[in-house]
């Protein structure tokens, strides 16, 4: 197991290099930032130099890269261009995001989970079809549609929530834009889960569990949900980076300022030093997710051995 884990972290490290090389270049060809902070007057050449120069702009793209991951291992993830550290940002975003990314997560894994055990329990039943036409309609409605129909009925109509949240929310503000949030990979969530436990319904192990006598619940909780949680696990994992860095619609509905709410400002100002120091997290997020995951599967079935 130790070796395995060296090993995947020697593995992330050209991953992580490659990854923040890419969102470097696209995030320096979106068009020139200079431009974007002088507004809709252009900027004189004189003041455009200084700020270039300032900013470190006016050196070429690979020296900005060097300079700016040199600079990351040390803490420093830049300056805003309204002179607001990044790392700033981060401390007001990033905790705030969590705090939403784990009640979808929350969501997702009782909903969808206990949903999708019972349907494939019960395939091809009335409760089966139910839940697989109701995950089909949630998937195809888009996330901006839900938000604004729930912030509509429950928040502007019948007062039941506040139509947006406060500055720091806690986990009780955050219920209903992480539901929103999490609708589509809910519904994803339940039909792998009920897919997967239909299949493992069928195998050797589990007619061997029932036939031994096992309890029905222990044959469902030890021997099949075990099993059939792998894909599940995989596309949890998967989900959680792409649940916070994805939060843009859901956290513009609710006026929530996360990482999707300064992601969007960076990107709409041209701020590429913002944008690129919280892709730099993510990508980190995406890492550790998937490293988890991979340990997971020897937990969940211990045919799974790491040598």
């Known amino acids: 197991m130790g070796r395995y884990v060296i090993r995947r972290l020697l593995q992330m490290i050209p991953v992580f290099f490659g990854t923040t090389l890419l969102i470097f270049l696209m995030v320096n060809v979106m068009g020139d930032p200079i431009a974007g902070l002088c507004g809709d007057r252009q900027c004189d050449p004189a003041t455009a130099a200084r700020l270039r120069s300032e900013f470190g702009l006016d050196k070429p793209v690979w020296q900005q890269y060097l300079t700016y991951m040199g600079n990351v291992f040390t803490g420093d ?3 805003a261009f309204n002179g607001q550290k990044v790392t700033e940002l981060m401390s007001t975003a990033f905790p705030i995001t969590i705090r939403l990314t784990v009640v979808a997560i929350v969501f997702e894994v009782v909903i ?6 019972v349907t494939g329990l019960r395939r091809g039943r009335p409760v089966d079809t139910t839940v697989l036409i109701l995950t089909l309609v949630v998937i195809a409605i888009p996330t901006f ?15 039941i929530i506040k139509p947006s949240v406060s500055a720091d929310p806690t986990f009780d503000e955050l219920l209903v834009p992480g539901l929103v949030l999490a ?11 009920r897919t997967s436990i239909a299949e493992n319904a069928r195998a050797d192990y589990v007619r061997t569990a029932v036939a031994k006598g096992l309890p029905r619940r222990r044959v469902v909780v030890r021997h099949l949900l075990r099993n059939s949680l792998i894909p599940v696990v995989t596309f949890i994992g998967t989900d959680v980076g792409a649940l916070m860095g994805g939060a843009i619609v859901t956290e513009r509905i609710f006026n929530i300022h996360g990482v999707g709410y300064q992601l969007y400002q960076g990107i709409l100002r041209q701020n590429s ?12 997020v995406f890492l550790a997710a998937n490293l988890i995951v991979d340990l997971l599967y020897a937990v969940l079935d211990p045919r799974i051995r790491y040598a």
């Open 183 to 193: 609708s589509v990979s809910l519904a994803y969530v339940t039909r792998l889960t």
């Open 112 to 117: 969808g989970i206990t949903l999708g055990v």
């Open 273 to 284: 030093q913002t944008v690129v120091g919280f892709v730099t997290i993510l990508v980190l």
């Open 145 to 159: 549609v839900t938000g604004l129909l729930l912030q509509l009925l429950l928040g502007v109509k019948w007062g």
């Open 77 to 79: 993830f830049g300056t």
